[in-house]
């Protein structure tokens, strides 16, 4: 129990915990720059390609995250079109895979939410003069609460990232080790202290994001 708390306690720790928020974080905001203005148009707009767009986005939600991370190495390595950027077992590259997972998971919850509501509203606003593009605004500030949840969700994705991390990143001490990571090396390691500590938190993390989509959810069907 005393290694258990001076583990928790060590400036490893901190370390890991703090770099894991930071890039989730990072990435979650950039899935929603991406992703929210991406899902409200496929709402509101109607053109060409528009429904495969739609499938499309939908079917980003099952990447395996190995195949995200391997695609990202291969652009990203010296030899890759990239490389120069040096970006490789960065934490820069570790965002990039994650932003690439939340994504679509952002704008697909978006696109649901802002299409409910363009039926529902679209001709009134319509009538009022409102242009598609003009209506996008306002469909957004109606839709908050299912837009933070689809933030949320965003960040599940991104904070119990592995296997995109772990080959973009390379899980270096005190550089890109994450929670994730550091508890699949701790592990295998019998460092079962440190593995255990960053296991609580992460579940701790996990259950409050659940527990706040799920009161968001409740608050808006009242």
């Keep these: 129990m005393t290694d258990f708390w001076s583990t928790v306690g060590s400036g490893e720790f901190a370390r890991i915990v703090l770099l894991s928020l930071g890039v989730s974080l ?11 203005p991406m899902g409200a148009a496929l709402a509101v707009f109607r053109f060409r390609g528009r429904r495969f767009l739609i499938v499309f986005i939908n079917a980003l939600l099952g990447l395996p995250p190995v195949v995200v991370g391997l695609a990202l ?11 120069a950027l040096r970006l490789l077992f960065t934490p820069g590259a570790m965002v990039l895979a994650q932003t690439v997972l939340a994504t679509p998971i952002v704008a697909a919850l978006v696109h649901r939410a802002v299409a409910d509501l ?3 509203y679209g001709g009134a606003l319509r ?3 409102a242009t598609a593009l003009r209506s996008i605004p306002t469909l957004v500030a109606m839709a908050r609460m299912r837009i933070v949840t689809a933030a949320l969700a965003g960040f599940g994705r991104t904070i119990s990232e592995v296997g ?3 080959v973009v990143g390379g899980n270096i001490a005190g550089y890109t080790r994450t929670m994730t990571t550091a508890i699949a090396l701790e ?16 579940i701790g993390i996990s259950v409050a994001v659940s527990a706040t989509v799920f009161a968001l959810g409740a608050e808006e069907r009242r």
């Design 127 to 129: 009538v009022d003069g």
């Design 164 to 166: 995109a991390i772990l």
């Design 26 to 36: 990072s990435a979650t905001g950039l899935s929603i720059v991406l992703g929210l």
């Design 118 to 120: 363009w039926d529902d």
């Design 73 to 83: 190495y291969l652009v990203l390595s010296r030899a890759g079109p990239f490389g």
């Design 187 to 202: 592990t295998s390691k019998g460092n079962l202290s440190l593995a255990l500590g960053l296991g609580f938190v992460l």
